[in-house]
Nanobody, 116 residues
């Protein structure tokens, strides 16, 4: 399985970006999609997750601003990010896994920089 993330860039505070992550190869029948991020000097944190038939979940700091969604026909997960702040500056990674205890596969990361 290979994941290709895209959509990062430089945006002003208050702006929006939409990240995409397309999976190719042998995709699991039931996927757990997640977006993580890692800011400079900080540990990687789980930002949002979604799986078929369940409600998406978000870290508190992005609730109401970020939306995770999937297009199963395209094996793609998205992260719509609105009202961005400098605290959202990080490298964003997508992840796909068949269950919660599998490390799954990772995308290469896409950099989001929010200027204040």
């Amino acid at each position: 399985v290979q994941l290709q993330a895209s959509g990062g860039g430089l945006v002003q505070a208050g702006g929006s970006l939409k990240l995409s992550c397309a999976a190719s190869g042998r995709i699991f029948n039931r996927n757990i999609w997640r977006w993580y991020r890692q800011a400079p000097g900080k540990q990687r944190e789980l930002v949002a997750g979604i799986t078929s038939g369940a409600s998406p979940n978000y870290v508190d700091s992005v609730k109401g601003r970020f939306t995770i969604s999937t297009d199963n026909a395209k094996n793609t997960v998205y992260l719509q990010m609105n009202s961005l702040t400098s605290e959202d500056t990080a490298v964003y990674y997508c992840n796909i896994r068949p269950n919660n205890w599998s490390p799954g596969y990772w995308g290469q990361g896409t950099l989001v920089t929010v200027s204040s």
